[in-house]
T-cell receptor
Framework: DQQVKQNSPSLSVQEGRISILNCDYT??????FLWYKKYPAEGPTFLIS?????DKNEDGRFTVFLNKSAKHLSLHIVPSQPGDSAVYFC????????????FGKGTRLSVIA | ETGVTQTPRHLVMGMTNKKSLKCEQH?????MYWYKQSAKKPLELMFV???????ENNSVPSRFSPECPNSSHLFLHLHTLQPEDSALYLC??????????????FGEGSRLTVL
């Protein structure tokens, strides 16, 4: 049973527009959430994270929103650039007990020039 | 030196072969991980080593055998694999107990094809 779900396998966005990648989770014990970005032939790299005590975290063009009541988080990229084209993985963990990250299946973002 | 290095990057093996994947981290971390990435599936955690002791083993078949001789090196020994084991195998490292960010640093992966 998947605890972290990314229901959109792919997303296409025009350059300059906003990209919104969604992620849902089922485990209410998760209290730390991360987004990783993966280019072909490379390993995933950490992008941005958010703790459950916050509902928003912003880093440049990337903003992550967390809705705890809905068990939903989203990654906003604005403006989108062709170099943002990659697979984005949502991940979650419990901050206590040193539990490993649980990943979603990923969403492939294509930013079209 | 990049942070986490995996070799080989590509491996093709028959079902009766024995091979090994190697991972080396240069980040001074004390935990290392093996993840499996199959098409259309989430990244699946296979093994976690902390301070060279295995702390997590997610019901992985015994045909996969990890080895962690020291905090900088991690191996995945492969024996009598099945075609469905074909996947991208990713090594990662972190500080354990986890950093507040829970951030993992991944290698580029080893693409395994089992014929």
């Amino acid at each position: 049973d998947q605890q972290v779900k990314q229901n959109s396998p792919s997303l296409s966005v025009q350059e300059g527009r906003i990209s919104i990648l969604n992620c849902d989770y089922t485990n209410s014990m998760f209290d730390y959430f991360l987004w990783y970005k993966k280019y072909p032939a490379e390993g995933p790299t950490f992008l941005i994270s958010i703790s459950s005590i916050k509902d928003k975290n912003e880093d440049g063009r990337f903003t992550v929103f967390l809705n705890k009541s809905a068990k939903h988080l989203s990654l906003h990229i604005v403006p989108s650039q062709p170099g943002d084209s990659a697979v984005y993985f949502c991940a979650a963990r419990r901050n206590s007990g040193n539990t490993p990250l649980v990943f979603g299946k990923g969403t492939r973002l294509s930013v079209i020039a | 030196e990049t942070g986490v290095t995996q070799t080989p990057r590509h491996l093709v093996m028959g079902m009766t072969n024995k091979k090994s994947l190697k991972c080396e981290q240069h980040l001074g971390h004390n935990a290392m991980y093996w993840y499996k990435q199959s098409a259309k599936k989430p990244l699946e955690l296979m093994f976690v080593y902390s301070l060279e002791e295995r702390v997590e083993n997610n019901s992985v078949p015994s045909r996969f055998s990890p080895e962690c001789p020291n905090s900088s090196h991690l191996f995945l020994h492969l024996h009598t694999l099945q075609p469905e084991d074909s996947a991208l195998y990713l090594c990662a490292s972190s500080q354990y107990p986890g950093l507040d960010t829970g951030e993992l640093f991944f290698g580029e992966g080893s693409r395994l094809t089992v014929l």
